[in-house]
């Protein structure tokens, strides 16, 4: 496949995208968290390991065990948004691999020998994943609001109890409201953040 995006598809996932802070109240379906998933997860994994774990906190009841486990700051704001997302990383994704990489029957062997590693990996590769998961959400027209101020270990005792599952970062998304972005904050130039050599 070769191709390249045009500058509005561009200035949509990264030159015009922000981080917001407020929210209209117009709903994010269901159908529309399933597409967002379905194009997420096909951005590369080591081995495709796939252990993004994805809870897509939307109603009341559900927001209201979030909202105590949310630094102060970020409350109000996940509390008006439409849908705030828990991306999560199995530590026991090496279960899945007979399933996601059959071509390598012993692929699950290099990941289950150490819980260290296979952690090391899952938060890795679940983090690619969650950089997925914006750039689909973008991709789809809705807007994210990216957070780590959060009580990881409550988290994971509300939404991931009983599972291999923990928590890494949050995402607010829907349909942002522009009077609640903060002036654009800079970025590092090629020259400070890049080397060829």
């Not at 598809?9 to 802070?21: K, P, S, V, Y």
């Not at 407020?22 to 379905?38: E, G, I, R």
């Not at 409201?177 to 060829?196: T, V, Y």
Request: net charge negative; charged share 25%; hydrophobic share 40%.
């Amino acid at each position: 496949m070769s191709g390249k995006l045009g500058d509005e598809a561009l200035d949509i996932i990264f030159r015009e995208a922000r981080t917001h802070n407020a929210w209209t109240d117009k709903s994010v379906s269901d159908d529309t968290l399933k597409a967002l998933y379905d194009l997420m997860k096909w951005g590369p994994t080591s081995a495709n390991m796939s252990p993004a774990r994805i809870v897509f906190v939307k109603s009341k009841e559900a927001k209201a065990r979030l909202e105590p486990a949310l630094m102060e700051g970020n409350r109000k704001k996940s509390m008006q948004a439409p849908v705030t997302a828990i991306i999560g990383y199995d530590v026991k994704f090496y279960e899945r691999l007979p399933e996601l990489f059959p071509h390598e029957p012993a692929a699950k062997t290099w990941f289950n020998w150490s819980d260290e590693w296979a952690e090391q990996n899952a938060f890795r590769n679940g983090s690619l994943q969650g950089a997925y998961f914006m750039i689909a959400a973008r991709s789809l027209g809705l807007d994210c609001g990216p957070m780590s101020g959060f009580d990881m270990n409550k988290v994971n005792e509300l939404f991931f109890a009983g599972t291999s599952v923990k928590s890494n970062f949050l995402c607010n998304i829907g349909y942002g409201d522009p009077s609640g972005l903060f002036e654009r904050s800079p970025r590092l130039p090629f020259d400070d953040a890049c080397e060829i050599v």
